[in-house]
């Protein structure tokens, strides 16, 4: 178990429909995940497991991140990991579907930069 809820994972998944780095479609290797963008640490912060904080992806691109230092570093600047000095809420994602950068929040929405929520066509 990843600490994410049933809850959370559904709409995490409702609203990334895929992996979040490949697309639905992409080149996915493995089952898809439900990644922390800031990391639990090894004792499992439980605040960390929120909506906000979850990612959609592929179990390959997750192993990787974590074993190539040049993938981490991409991944860090896209948003998609975070420093334990980062907030949650104040750095934006790279979402490639949609083409730019936005927010999550814990309700399973994409927030774009002034934090209006992205319609469903939008995201489509």
């Not at 429909?17 to 912060?45: E, F, P």
């Amino acid at each position: 178990m990843n600490g994410f809820s049933k809850a959370q994972k559904i709409a995490i998944s409702a609203r990334d429909l895929g992996c979040i780095i490949h697309g639905a479609g992409g080149d996915c290797v493995g089952d898809l995940l439900h990644h922390h963008r800031k990391g639990r640490g090894h004792g499992g912060v439980k605040s960390r497991n929120r909506v906000a904080n979850g990612l959609l992806v592929c179990s390959r691109w997750n192993t990787l991140v974590e074993a190539m230092p040049d993938l981490a570093t991409q991944a860090r600047k896209n948003g998609w990991k975070l420093r334990t000095d980062h907030e949650i809420d104040t750095l934006p994602v790279w979402i490639p579907k949609l083409g730019r950068f936005v927010y999550l929040d814990d309700n399973g929405h994409y927030l774009d930069m002034s934090h209006t929520i992205i319609t469903s066509q939008e995201a489509a």
